[in-house]
């Protein structure tokens, strides 16, 4: 039990999963807001995003392996992941009221430069489908629902990103459960 | 080399599961909430257009064509491998050039879709996602495989 208390990973993975919700949507809106009609600004800030949607398993994994010098298991290496995505996806909601304290309102800023993805394409499906959206939107606002369904989903999904970055960094020992 | 999959292993399945079912949006269902709750879970992880996702009874899926073949071939590659351990000879170096692949075919997809060489479709979307969701998941295998026992 020793080497677990010495390296405690709840508070690590919950730090990294709120700096990288924090970072995420800083990207994202941030990219939107500087480049608003624009396709690769698009691009980049959904890519991006995306990326860091899914990099807390990740890194929350590796940071644990670096800390503790040890090889970790794969249940552990879920836990980590499932925390640290947990965390990142209630903190990545509550950034959006907070872009609302400033006046800008997330959903519409990105489906705005989606509209302007799908012109630019010129899909004539697409603009049917936009308007659906936008309407959507326009119509929906915050639901604990969604936060409830948006965190499980993030949860899971860095729970394998988890168990990925226990397969892929290794420490020099190798820690039993 | 461990001679049986840990229990990690199957909860890894039925994680995967859960996500390719949540992904699917429940649209072989009439339930209306379940479609905007699983649409919202997902709202922020893909574009959700309806043009490029799977339909059922006149519904969409939560996610496009692509995600879904990620999500499955999550499923498909955790419960695949539970099935053929005994056979799984992967080294890690292996899955992650695999990885690389497809990712590089999935860029390779957009790319030239966006670029006019070609037009993708729904089905090649979905199993250059396929593949590449199939990849990730031999990574987590060549651990459980080589972890000491």
């Not at chain 1, 705005?112 to 004539?124: H, I, N, Q, T």
Request: glycine share 12%; hydrophobic share 50%; with cysteine.
């Amino acid at each position: 039990m020793e080497p677990r208390e010495a390296h405690p990973f709840f508070e690590t993975s919950a730090i990294i999963g709120a700096v990288m919700a924090l970072a995420a949507s800083f990207f994202l809106y941030g990219t939107l807001l500087l480049f608003p009609e624009s396709i690769g600004g698009l691009l980049l800030a959904c890519l991006g995003c995306c990326g860091l949607m899914l990099a807390p398993g990740l890194v929350a994994t590796r940071l644990q392996v670096k800390k503790s010098g040890y090889t970790i298991e794969l249940g552990r290496g879920a836990l980590i992941g499932f925390v640290t995505g947990l965390v990142f996806a209630v903190v990545f909601s509550f950034m959006d009221v907070i872009w609302a304290l400033f006046s800008i309102n997330a959903n519409e800023l990105l489906l705005g430069s989606l509209e302007y993805f799908v012109r630019e394409y010129g899909d004539p499906d697409a603009a049917s489908d936009m308007e659906d959206m936008m309407a959507e939107a326009g119509s929906g606002g915050f639901s604990i629902g969604g936060l409830i369904m948006s965190s499980i989903v993030i949860g899971l999904l860095n729970l394998i990103t988890g168990m990925i970055g226990t397969a892929v960094f290794k420490g020099e020992e190798t820690l039993e459960l | 080399m461990r001679s049986k999959p840990d229990s990690v292993f199957y909860m890894l399945a039925a994680v995967s599961g859960i996500i390719v079912l949540l992904a699917s949006g429940f649209v072989f269902v009439d339930a209306p909430l379940l479609h905007s709750l699983t649409r919202e879970a997902f709202r922020d992880l893909c574009h959700q257009f309806s043009f490029r996702s799977f339909s059922g009874d006149g519904s969409h899926m939560a996610v496009c064509a692509r995600c879904f073949g990620i999500y499955s071939g999550f499923f498909a590659s955790a419960a695949g491998g539970l099935l053929v351990w005994k056979r799984i000879t992967l080294t890690l170096r292996t899955s992650l050039l695999l990885t690389a692949l497809a990712v590089f075919i999935n860029i390779a997809d957009v790319g030239g879709n966006l670029l006019g060489f070609w037009t993708n479709t729904l089905g090649s979307r979905f199993f250059a996602g396929l593949f590449a969701g199939i990849s990730l998941i031999l990574i987590i295998f060549t651990a459980g495989k080589h972890h000491s026992n």
